[in-house]
């Protein structure tokens, strides 16, 4: 609730403003009215009013008085003052007429007044109570024959019996002005229950909250900050400097102990360990002030074993949205899309793509942005387990199956995956027998655990990637066809990073910000130079490589800037590869295109190189192979 109070400038208009009010009145203000005058006692209990209406001496009272208020002018304009004149000269028929007001301005006006109203004018400066005595005394003195004024000088000349006029204000003008006071009540009010929300949510926080300005000195706190620095009232503390709580407290901006946006800190507090996070109040301004966030460091690590029991029993989950996937380049973003369509379908999907392109990060987005977003989402590589484990990972097994088997039995990715998605990465690697396996439980939607003979109905999306061409393989005999038709109801193709160079560098900036944050470490700049090099790169280990190399940049580089120097100490950039368009074979998709490696490195071992790729050494031996079959 808001309290309004207008002041009438007369009692005579006290009867229309309140017909007035009563049409204006809400639930969620509430106006009073009332009329002024010799009672200056009044005007010191109007606290508990958040938005005050008045005119003349009163409105400049009140602004002394409450400068922390809402107080609306409820001012007359020139028309206002040339009624009252000539009402005045009607009814007294004055050859002199002074007029007593704040007369800011109205020097200019007063020969054309004095014409129109057919008297002399003179005018006489009113601010406050004493000078609007002292002004009809003037009056008098100087032989005026009446007055025109506002309510304070008109109550004075009706006491001493002096020919007054008083300057009303016209109805439109004063409904102007209450409707004028009336939004700045209703904007009062809202954010009088955002502030109330606020505490509330602050009020009920488990973690002691402060706020305090750009020296360090405390502005408030929630009850959470009364309880753990024992503060009896804010008021004792407001104002002063944080550390007086507790020594090991700082501030942004602080010389002595500095700390930076978003910095913890561990401090005691009462013989207990708490964790101290600061955080800008403001992004704008630098110097704005710092929330401090306290919390115990038993219950955070409470919180997180709870966390950690929670995401156990739910099981496996994706980790990545599409907003975890950066991506500038036309022809990328073009993809982004497609995998956004798919995922609001519940068809299978098979991805493509080289290595490192970053295939696994779609199916993790598709997955969490379909309708099964809050079931499992279970991945397995299927390259690296040979064909006997593969088949118990998948459809699991009955005690006691096979040699070395659990006695309990064991429980398979489809079945975990019941009614969310599984993804099934390097589905080409599958040996050709268990794609027949495959195919059938895909096809009739149940699996059949090794040793058992029971089917078990399951409800799950298959999402499948791989980096060799599947149509080759079906070629070669090594994959079968009606399982590629059976995956690839929905097929996207990840472009490599060679095809996309303005990717590189929005890539490479994103990875450094998220690994210097965890090493809390400064996030390299790359210069121009470097930009250009890494833009000319052919990336054959794709995505994955440049976050191997952003790694090593921020875990080894100390330097604000990092320049082609650093970057080829860091990596062998000697004899870039262009990242230019490469012919391929006959028949294969250019989505397939074979990423070039780089040029020979004496003294390196394969090992060597497939690390610095970021890749295996298989994958290593098969990119040289495809390379080898182009020349």
């Given at each position: 609730m808001v309290n309004?109070?207008?002041?009438?400038?007369s009692?005579?208009?006290l009867?229309?403003?309140?017909?007035l009010?009563?049409?204006?009145?809400?639930?969620?203000?509430?106006i009073?009215?009332?009329?002024?005058?010799?009672?200056p006692?009044?005007?010191?209990?109007?606290?508990?009013?958040?938005?005050?209406?008045?005119?003349?001496?009163t409105?400049?009272?009140?602004c002394?008085?409450?400068?922390?208020k809402?107080i609306?002018?409820?001012?007359f304009?020139?028309?206002?003052?040339?009624?009252a004149?000539?009402e005045?000269?009607?009814?007294?028929?004055?050859?002199?007429?002074?007029?007593?007001?704040?007369?800011?301005?109205l020097?200019?006006?007063?020969?054309?007044l004095?014409e129109?109203c057919?008297?002399e004018l003179?005018?006489?400066?009113?601010?406050?109570?004493?000078t609007?005595y002292e002004?009809?005394?003037?009056?008098?003195?100087?032989?005026m024959?009446a007055?025109?004024?506002?309510?304070?000088?008109?109550?004075i000349?009706?006491?001493q019996?002096?020919?007054c006029?008083?300057?009303?204000?016209?109805?439109?003008?004063?409904?102007?002005?209450?409707?004028e006071?009336?939004?700045?009540?209703?904007?009062?009010?809202?954010?009088?229950?955002?502030?109330?929300?606020?505490?509330?949510?602050?009020?009920?926080?488990?973690?002691?909250?402060?706020?305090?300005?750009e020296?360090?000195?405390?502005?408030?706190?929630?009850?959470?900050?009364?309880?753990?620095?024992?503060?009896a009232?804010?008021?004792d503390?407001?104002?002063?400097?944080?550390?007086?709580?507790?020594?090991g407290?700082t501030?942004?901006?602080s010389r002595?102990?500095?700390?930076?946006?978003?910095?913890?800190?561990?401090v005691?507090?009462?013989?207990?360990?708490?964790?101290v996070r600061y955080?800008?109040?403001?992004?704008?301004?630098s110097?704005?002030?710092t929330?401090?966030?306290?919390?115990?460091?038993?219950?955070?690590?409470?919180?997180?074993?709870?966390?950690?029991?929670s995401?156990?029993?739910?099981?496996?989950?994706?980790?990545?949205?599409?907003?975890?996937?950066i991506?500038?380049?036309?022809?990328?973003r073009?993809?982004?899309?497609?995998?956004?369509?798919?995922s609001?379908?519940?068809?299978?999907?098979?991805?493509?793509?080289?290595?490192?392109?970053?295939?696994?990060?779609f199916?993790?987005?598709?997955?969490?942005?379909?309708?099964r977003m809050?079931?499992?989402?279970v991945?397995?590589?299927?390259?690296?387990?040979?064909?006997?484990?593969?088949?118990?990972?998948?459809?699991?097994?009955?005690?006691?199956?096979?040699?070395?088997?659990?006695?309990e039995?064991?429980?398979g990715?489809?079945?975990?995956?019941h009614?969310g998605?599984i993804?099934l990465?390097?589905?080409?690697?599958?040996?050709?027998?268990?794609?027949?396996?495959?195919?059938?439980?895909?096809?009739?939607?149940?699996?059949?655990?090794?040793?058992s003979?029971a089917?078990?109905?399951?409800?799950v999306r298959?999402?499948?990637a791989?980096?060799?061409?599947?149509r080759?393989?079906?070629?070669l005999g090594?994959?079968r066809?009606d399982?590629?038709?059976?995956?690839n109801a929905?097929?996207i193709?990840?472009?490599?990073?060679?095809?996309?160079?303005d990717?590189v560098?929005?890539?490479m900036?994103?990875?450094?910000?998220?690994?210097?944050?965890?090493l809390?470490?400064?996030?390299p700049?790359?210069?121009?130079?470097?930009?250009?090099?890494?833009?000319?790169y052919?990336?054959?280990?794709?995505v994955?490589?440049?976050?191997?190399?952003?790694?090593?940049?921020?875990?080894?580089?100390?330097?604000?800037?990092?320049?082609v120097?650093?970057?080829?100490?860091?990596?062998?950039f000697?004899?870039v590869?262009?990242?230019a368009?490469?012919?391929v074979?006959a028949?294969?998709?250019?989505?397939?295109?074979?990423?070039?490696l780089?040029?020979?490195?004496p003294?390196?071992?394969?090992?060597?190189?497939?690390?610095?790729?970021?890749?295996?050494?298989?994958?290593?031996?098969?990119?040289?192979?495809?390379?080898?079959?182009?020349?």
């Amino acid at each position: 609730m808001v309290n309004v109070i207008v002041f009438a400038p007369s009692p005579d208009q006290l009867g229309y403003i309140g017909d007035l009010l009563r049409k204006l009145q809400t639930d969620e203000v509430r106006i009073d009215a009332m009329h002024h005058f010799g009672s200056p006692e009044i005007l010191n209990h109007l606290n508990h009013y958040d938005v005050i209406i008045a005119r003349g001496i009163t409105y400049r009272m009140l602004c002394g008085r409450y400068p922390g208020k809402h107080i609306t002018h409820l001012n007359f304009d020139g028309t206002d003052i040339l009624s009252a004149l000539l009402e005045c000269r009607e009814s007294f028929h004055p050859g002199k007429i002074g007029l007593c007001l704040h007369h800011e301005g109205l020097e200019e006006v007063l020969p054309g007044l004095s014409e129109l109203c057919r008297a002399e004018l003179r005018l006489y400066n009113v601010v406050d109570e004493q000078t609007a005595y002292e002004a009809v005394d003037a009056c008098r003195r100087d032989g005026m024959e009446a007055i025109v004024s506002g309510g304070t000088v008109s109550n004075i000349c009706r006491e001493q019996g002096f020919p007054c006029t008083y300057i009303r204000i016209r109805p439109a003008t004063l409904e102007r002005a209450i409707q004028e006071a009336l939004n700045a009540a209703r904007l009062i009010n809202t954010e009088r229950t955002k502030t109330n929300i606020i505490r509330m949510i602050l009020d009920n926080s488990d973690d002691a909250v402060m706020a305090v300005d750009e020296t360090g000195h405390i502005l408030e706190a929630n009850g959470q900050s009364y309880q753990l620095y024992g503060l009896a009232f804010l008021s004792d503390w407001k104002g002063g400097p944080v550390q007086r709580l507790n020594a090991g407290l700082t501030f942004i901006g602080s010389r002595e102990v500095p700390c930076r946006d978003g910095e913890e800190k561990l401090v005691t507090i009462g013989g207990q360990k708490y964790y101290v996070r600061y955080k800008l109040i403001s992004g704008e301004v630098s110097g704005a002030g710092t929330l401090i966030t306290t919390s115990a460091a038993s219950k955070i690590l409470q919180e997180e074993r709870q966390i950690r029991k929670s995401l156990a029993r739910k099981g496996p989950t994706a980790k990545y949205t599409f907003r975890s996937i950066i991506a500038v380049n036309p022809e990328m973003r073009k993809k982004l899309e497609i995998a956004k369509k798919f995922s609001k379908a519940d068809s299978d999907v098979l991805i493509t793509g080289e290595t490192g392109t970053g295939k696994e990060l779609f199916a993790h987005s598709i997955h969490s942005a379909s309708g099964r977003m809050a079931q499992p989402f279970v991945a397995i590589n299927c390259a690296t387990l040979p064909e006997s484990l593969l088949e118990s990972e998948l459809f699991g097994y009955e005690p006691g199956s096979f040699s070395g088997a659990s006695r309990e039995g064991r429980m398979g990715l489809f079945e975990l995956a019941h009614r969310g998605t599984i993804f099934l990465d390097e589905i080409g690697e599958i040996p050709v027998a268990l794609q027949a396996k495959l195919l059938r439980v895909l096809q009739e939607k149940e699996i059949r655990r090794i040793g058992s003979a029971a089917v078990i109905p399951i409800d799950v999306r298959v999402i499948a990637a791989t980096n060799v061409n599947i149509r080759e393989q079906i070629a070669l005999g090594k994959f079968r066809s009606d399982l590629l038709y059976r995956l690839n109801a929905l097929e996207i193709s990840i472009p490599p990073l060679r095809e996309r160079p303005d990717d590189v560098i929005p890539l490479m900036e994103g990875q450094l910000r998220i690994l210097a944050a965890g090493l809390g470490k400064q996030v390299p700049k790359l210069t121009q130079e470097a930009q250009a090099l890494l833009c000319r790169y052919a990336w054959p280990g794709n995505v994955r490589e440049l976050r191997n190399i952003c790694e090593r940049l921020v875990v080894l580089s100390d330097a604000a800037d990092v320049t082609v120097e650093d970057l080829n100490e860091l990596h062998s950039f000697s004899g870039v590869p262009l990242a230019a368009p490469i012919s391929v074979s006959a028949g294969v998709p250019p989505a397939f295109s074979p990423p070039v490696l780089p040029p020979s490195q004496p003294g390196k071992t394969k090992q060597e190189i497939a690390r610095e790729l970021g890749v295996s050494r298989t994958t290593l031996w098969r990119m040289s192979k495809r390379q080898e079959g182009l020349k």
